[in-house]
């Protein structure tokens, strides 16, 4: 087995993660392993181990997968104001006591006993996501598909926003106010993967397993998304750079291209 000190899995390149299966588990999976799979298996699920002999390949696979691996590439979208605290103090988790004094601050003319309601009525709805920061593993996804983060920032703010509009019954969206608010960014970060809460790394294992084996199956495997949920911080020094997508697609307006006039910050070099 291959091992480096240093070895980030960049899921942006699947196909790369998936052969390099072979580099550090190649003590598991042997030749009988390949007959056994061969002569028993059509295709390989990624929330079914029945595939494997016994559970201890798998068991001995995500090992291997922790040793070779010292981190994890990912992306976090957000519409902050200024970058700088996110260099100075890492990646926070949601504080939905910040949110809501944003709230405040952006809907100022409406009262405050109002915007107070707005609050309460979303967060008796809504889940519990204090302290969580969410990551995908390839930045095309927040372009492309979720890009509503990056055109109008947290959810939670978005969610408030759109508690206004049904309290006051106005033909009005609030959350496109929020558009005025701070600059679309995307931050990369190489996550290690010991910090990764345990049952994120069985789900990246399976996933990547089932597809190794398919491909010894000659079986078609699919692109997967593939996010993680961290609580409370990452350290600045995992924030490996940042950028400000000038063309983002709007889920929220038809899939229609949101255009930002934003592309450089305080940040920026």
Sequence with gaps: MTCNIETVLDWRSEEKVINEVADYSSHIFDNDFRIHLSNNIDYCYSDNLDYLPDESYFLEFMDSFRKYYTSIKAFHGCRPLSLKPYYAHGILGQDKKKIESMFYEIFSEFDTAELKDCIEN??????????????????????????????????????????????????????LRLRAVGIPTILEVDIPTGIIPEIQIIDFCRLILSKWCNNILGAENHYSDMCLTLTNKLSPEYIKKHYHPKRIIDPHNSHVPYISKHTHCDMCG
């Design 122 to 175: 979303y967060n008796s709805g809504s889940l519990d996501e204090e302290g969580k920061i969410f990551f995908v593993c390839n930045d095309k996804e927040l372009i492309e598909d979720s890009g509503h983060y990056l055109i109008q920032g947290s959810e939670h703010l978005q969610g408030l926003a759109t508690s206004l509009s049904r309290k006051t019954g106005l033909w009005c969206d609030y959350k």
